[in-house]
């Protein structure tokens, strides 16, 4: 039987997440953790755990057929691949800092400095859109070191709290590339492979839009149903059931949780009671 091989990071917070997001499709696997490569017990498909760099290349030679990495390594990489799908997690930045006691004046100040970062191909075409000369410095880690020990000037490394360029002294001032998880595929899928990555990605958009997404009931007057109603509007109309208690009613929708909190206040004011929100599992479109 034909079988999808997806290269999955072995270790760190993208695995993590990798794994959970193919947990929450129903996908199960029957061997240890600890090995590189896994089968599905319940889908054809099987993982192959390796070096997140490494994942760009084994897919562009159809060693693996998709694999789930950050943006920011797809940019470095240059591989010929295509991107199928924005996963929503791993969300982070690609960012210039420089020591917190200089004074940042624009993109002029890194005019012939020296940069220290492990994504010098990403930096370079930055520089070169931005028509600025500077030297860089490819070192492969412990990037917000360098201009403390004399190495570089500034840096350009991967950031989300933030919390590491603090420590180390520096304060960000440029981003370059906003990154997320995205799926990449090999060019040269068969038509059965295609299915089966038809399949899970039907799949991963269930589990997407349930995280993104909260299933809302309240309790509310008859007589606020239209502003309500105007205010939850849902999937494509909230469903409105009758209570025992005369001229009320109970109203479902589900909606956008960003959505929910922004509307929290116009729906009490509108009589809204007893509000609760819902996680949703799975959500089909």
Partial sequence: MTTLKIAIQKNGRLSDDSRELLAECGIKFSNSAALLKSKAVNF????????????????EQNVADIGIIGENIAYEKKKNVETVEYLGFAGCRLSLAIPREEVYTGLQYFMNKKIATSYPVVLKDFL????????????????????????????????????????????????????????????????????????????IRAVKNARENKYILLNAPESSIDEICSILPGMKSPTILSLTKKGWCSIHAVVSEDVFWEKIDLLKKAGAEGILVIPIEKMIL
């Fill in 44 to 59: 054809p498909i099987e993982a192959l755990f390796l070096r997140d760099d490494d994942i760009p290349q084994y897919v």
């Fill in 128 to 203: 070169q859109k931005h028509n600025i000369i500077a030297e860089v410095e490819e070192i492969s880690g412990s990037v917000e070191i360098a201009p403390g020990i004399g190495l570089a000037n500034a840096v350009c490394d991967i950031v989300s709290s933030g919390s590491s360029l603090i420590a180390n002294g520096l304060a960000e001032v440029e981003t370059i590339l906003k990154s997320q998880a995205i799926i990449i595929s090999s060019k040269n899928l068969g038509s059965e492979k295609e299915t089966i990555l038809k399949n899970l990605l039907f799949r």
